[in-house]
């Protein structure tokens, strides 16, 4: 059983930056692709960022060249540096752990509670 813990949400103005981070226990952290995914008020939980075992990533059309996605293996940690935030990007943002190489949340076995992420205009 594999538990994971957010941190490093809160309130930016556009513009800004912030790092997620995302601390995993309880498991084999190598053994995981880890992800990002994200969910606004009345709207779906969507992919952001996903990053391999071998440490390939994958981002979003929505995030590519603002966001980069990092994984700590000596820390059991992942990380998601988001930079040029806009007030679209608000939401709540969750870590996840899946065993294969996917875009959909149906893939990932996993879940951390999630951490805000307000962006003010």
């Known amino acids: 059983q594999v538990q994971l813990v957010e941190s490093g949400g809160g309130l930016v103005q556009t513009g800004g930056s912030l790092r997620l981070s995302c601390a995993a226990s309880?498991?084999?952290?190598?053994?995981?692709?880890m992800g990002w995914f994200r969910q606004a008020p009345g709207k779906e939980r969507y992919f952001v960022a996903q990053?391999?075992?071998?440490?390939?990533?994958y981002y979003a059309d929505s995030v590519k060249g603002r966001f980069t996605i990092s994984r700590d293996s000596a820390k059991n940690t992942v990380y998601l540096q988001m930079n040029s935030l806009k007030p679209e990007d608000t939401a709540v943002y969750y870590c996840?752990?899946?065993?294969?190489?996917?875009?959909?949340?149906?893939?990932?076995?996993?879940w951390g509670q999630g951490t805000q992420v307000t962006v003010s205009s």
């Open positions: 996840a752990a899946a065993s294969i190489t996917t875009r959909a949340s149906s893939g990932y076995a996993y």
């Open positions: 309880g498991g084999t952290f190598s053994s995981y692709g």
């Open positions: 990053i391999t075992r071998v440490g390939g990533t």
